[in-house]
């Protein structure tokens, strides 16, 4: 197949708005036309029929160091493993980049995994992440033992007090972290904080947020409920993950401050849906008593987020749930009343500007030749994010089932 492709499809989104007419033109692994009209000699050409064609889509909050499935040990390398197949699965639904909010290990295989993506060794998406997510201890990264003292078996990336928290920051950053993460209230999957409750003082997000910008990170907070919020939002924070027990009044401080949102309404819908399912809690009676307790506000989430005008990026907290249900995120966002449009923005150009990737998420001269296809329109039916059947990563072809005749861009018909 020659270096040079020629895409076209009766429908394009950009990045954000759909388009018709798609002729985009593809050299070294950068898109050089959208209505390339004369094409270089030797230049494949592939009709994408029946397709709308999108920027390879974008999840900013995934976790892929989960504990492996089976008896092995729990190490870097047995999570490293285990994480293969979600990274395959992520590419397959479309999704070329995503950022990983943290791990739990001290040696985050998430670093490992990120250099063997960056070189070919292994094929997923591109992997931009923070390390660990920085915790006070009783907060919501602290997975020590009952009654662990302060240094002594504890696990977890935990700070207490400003000078831990310079500490701690400095590490991430040796690590080679992309993102700094921290929690800035309690949760629900952790087993004794509170998600309704703020978890560090103004004055250690102040340091935190100080410290991570001088060595040029930005930050991510884990935070559900509204002082967290104002807190880590007055303290220069980039996004917001979760926000789901926020009233409407500080999802507006949200969009005045022009801090990102990701809501991630299907992981709160996957557990919302398990809540009387003794099986799926089995062994984890605090978290299933806090979901239970604050059910009917997290019910509520996806209409507040709906209701405002907050910057979205799309983000789902995969590996809370399967990594191959992370397209669900965008039907969630639609029942919750946002418009398909929101939605495919959320995942395209505004998780490209979230991340300080001008380069990603738009089809445009000069990005990089991610590319997706869905049969059908997405803004018709949006359930078709869930059936991508053409993605290209930089140019490569990475998923193809040969429906488009002896031109099929992976090279065999």
Known sequence: MSDTVLLTAPHWWDGHRLRPHARVLVRDGRITDTDCRRPPPGTTHTDLGGHTLLPGLIDCHVHLAQPPPTTAPDTTTSRALAALPALRDLLANGFTTVRDLGATLDDPPTIHLRHALATGIITGPRLLLAPHMISPRNGHADHSTYAAPPGTREHGALADGTDEILRQIRLEARLGA????????????????????????????????????????????????????????????????????????????????????????????????????????????????????????????????????????????????????????????????????????????????????????????????????????????????????????????????????????????
Request: with cysteine; net charge negative.
């Open 178 to 413: 992309d993102w700094i993460k921290c929690a800035a209230t309690g949760g629900i999957t952790s087993p004794t904080d509170r998600p309704d409750l703020p978890a560090y003082t103004q004055d250690e997000l102040d340091t935190l947020v100080r410290a991570a910008t001088d060595l040029g990170l930005p930050c991510a907070t884990h935070a559900f409920s509204d002082d967290g919020i104002i807190r880590a939002v007055r303290a220069g924070v980039r996004s917001v993950e979760h926000a789901c027990l926020a009233t409407p009044a500080t999802l507006e401080l949200l969009r005045t401050h022009g801090v990102f949102l990701v809501p991630t309404l299907y992981a709160v819908t996957y557990h919302l849906d398990r809540l009387d399912d003794e099986a799926f809690w089995a062994g984890r009676p605090r978290e299933h008593a806090k979901l239970t307790r604050y059910a009917e506000a997290l019910r509520g989430h996806g209409s507040r987020i709906a209701a405002g005008n907050t910057k979205l990026a799309f983000g789902t907290d995969a590996g809370l749930f399967p990594h191959s249900e992370n397209w669900r995120e965008f039907p969630a966002l639609t029942t919750a009343g946002l418009a398909p449009h929101q939605a495919l923005r959320a995942a395209t150009s505004t998780a490209a500007e979230l991340l300080r990737c001008p380069d990603l998420g738009t089809i445009a001269p000069g990005s990089r030749a991610d590319l997706i296809a869905v049969p059908g329109n997405p803004l018709h039916d949006i359930d078709v994010m869930g059936a991508v059947d053409f993605v290209m990563q930089h140019g490569a072809v990475r998923r193809c089932p040969h429906p488009f005749g002896d031109n099929c861009p992976c090279g065999r018909p």
